[in-house]
């Protein structure tokens, strides 16, 4: 971690300090986060965080509960590793220039409130209809190869033929016999399908009472459900004063265009880079 700390001495008009990373479980923990705390609360004027959304998540809660002015920093530049290289204390202090320089002006995620329970609510329901298609996907290359018995008495279409692969009895002790083993296979894949089938509802329910909750005039708008109003919001997040306009909105979802001028040519076009989920 660093930080930028004023000098006043009519030459430099800061400088910046580098706390090494300590961890909960070294006894320095406690000590360290005294330490903080005081530099915070006599001399700090801003905090460079890197990976907010992952490692530092913690480090960025801690610093907004201390109501300390926290800036999000992206990774170095690739050019400032082949010149300087990588460890946590360049890191640290490119961060901290990074925040002097006014290049790192956004404000992390917060991760204490009910947005981060839809997020955490929306990614496991990810996995699980991935999960779930996998699966389908599966029972449907079986079926491909399977004994012509089998497989012209199970209907066509992913739900029908996990519905009716559901029903297969298996006679284990014939298990030698492709046809007995093929089906204990397909149903094996159907019963899958349908537990996540019965996972994702749970969740669908439980993220539809919280949205519904946190934003009932965004899921009262015509063709906005659940899980597109569940985006928007992790998206956007709590402090939504992160974005100075809708215009900086549209940039972080991918669909601001951007110039590709070139001489007499003035034109702009969409970026060509898919927006983050997450």
């Not at 530099?39 to 509960?65: D, K, P, W």
């Not at 990074?98 to 917060?110: D, E, F, N």
């Amino acid at each position: 971690m660093a930080v930028s700390l004023p000098l006043g001495n009519g030459v430099a008009t800061h400088a910046v300090r580098v706390i090494h990373r300590v961890f909960p479980n070294n006894p320095a923990w406690t000590q360290t986060t005294r330490e903080i705390i005081a530099l915070i609360r006599t001399h700090l004027e801003r905090v460079g965080v890197g990976c907010t959304g992952s490692y530092a998540a913690g480090l960025a809660r801690f610093l907004t509960g201390h109501r300390v002015e926290a800036r999000e920093v992206n990774a170095p530049h690739a050019h400032t590793r082949a010149r300087i290289g990588k460890d946590d204390t360049i890191d640290a202090e490119a961060a901290a220039r990074k925040v002097l320089a006014g290049v790192a002006t956004a404000v992390p995620k917060r991760t204490d409130s009910v947005i981060e329970s839809i997020r955490f609510l929306s990614l496991a329901r990810d996995s699980a209809v991935k999960a779930r298609t996998a699966a389908i996907v599966q029972l449907q290359d079986i079926l491909v190869t399977a004994p012509a018995n089998v497989r012209e008495n199970t209907p066509t279409g992913g739900l029908a033929a996990v519905r009716h692969c559901r029903k297969f009895r298996i006679d284990r002790a014939r298990l030698n016999d492709p046809v007995q083993a093929v089906k204990l296979a397909l149903r094996a894949l159907a019963v899958r399908a349908a537990d996540l089938d019965t996972e994702i509802k749970e969740l669908e329910s439980a993220l539809a009472t919280l949205v519904h909750a946190t934003a009932p005039t965004l899921v009262s708008r015509v063709g906005i459900g659940t899980i597109h109003a569940a985006q928007l919001l992790v998206t956007a997040d709590e402090n939504i004063v992160r974005f100075r306009s809708e215009t900086a909105f549209a940039r972080l979802c991918g669909v601001a265009p951007v110039p590709v001028s070139s001489g007499k040519s003035h034109r702009e076009e969409p970026p060509h880079e898919a927006p983050p989920r997450r």
